[in-house]
């Protein structure tokens, strides 16, 4: 079982690899290291790189993001819109892209790491929100495009990295109060690997926070 994990430097992607790892999965965590996914021949770069170390792809997971800054609507540049775009959306599609015919020929999975901003707008986050939003009609296209061979499925993470005097506010936004954690979405993604009747769907991780949001609570 050979997986690439996108942004898998950083917290949420790490925690994946780790527990992909853990679970017997040849693993390539692809960070900034091995360059700027935006760049389609680098995306393309970065699949082939891993399909050879790997000696093939069973699995690939989108975790690699940017531009994850607060900032009103009213001050957001066009540096801010590429940035969360870049790794994000385009990133993501021209990364499958790359990776369909091995993961065709693997019988292999898609698993898009999107948020729950994509799903509920937040005004402090427009960029992000958007390019989320992006992502998982990506996960949808995708589904369609390399069905019946290749499963593609998303995770939308509610926060599960928070500053420390934030902690107990976001907590008490989920209905199962506490906030969740890299290991939440690691656990989720392991599921979907498996599943071989789901896909085209999102996986909402998030302790139940929409639900608490779809009351009354201001995100």
């Known amino acids: 079982m050979r997986a690439l994990v996108t942004g898998g430097t950083g917290r949420v992607g790490s925690a994946i690899a780790a527990r992909l790892e853990a679970e017997g999965w ?27 170390a790997l000696g093939g792809l069973d699995l690939l997971v989108h975790a690699a993001s940017d531009g994850f800054r607060p900032k009103p609507v009213e001050e957001v540049t066009e540096e801010d ?6 790794a994000t959306a385009k990133g993501g599609f021209f990364v499958t892209q790359a990776a369909a ?3 065709k020929e ?17 005004p402090s986050f427009a960029p992000h929100s958007a ?23 998303g995770i939308a993470p509610g926060p599960v990295a928070v500053e420390p005097e934030q902690v107990e ?9 506490r906030i969740g954690s890299p290991d939440d979405v690691a656990d989720a993604v392991v599921y ?28």
């Open 26 to 52: 040849k693993v390539f965590a692809a960070g900034r290291v091995h360059g700027d996914i935006s760049q389609v021949e680098t995306a393309r770069a970065v699949v082939r790189t891993a399909a050879e």
């Open 81 to 86: 819109w590429d940035a969360a775009f870049g």
């Open 101 to 103: 015919q091995l993961l």
């Open 106 to 122: 693997a019988g292999g999975v898609v698993i898009m790491i999107e948020d729950v901003m994509g799903i509920q707008p937040w």
């Open 131 to 153: 390019a989320k939003a992006a992502l998982s009609m990506l996960t949808k296209v995708f589904a369609r495009a390399l069905a019946p061979d290749v499963r593609v499925c």
């Open 169 to 177: 506010r976001r907590a008490s936004e989920s209905l199962l109060g």
């Open 192 to 219: 979907l690997a498996g599943a071989e009747f789901v896909t085209g769907t999102t996986l909402v991780v998030d302790g139940g926070r929409l639900l608490q949001t779809a009351r009354g609570s201001k995100p």
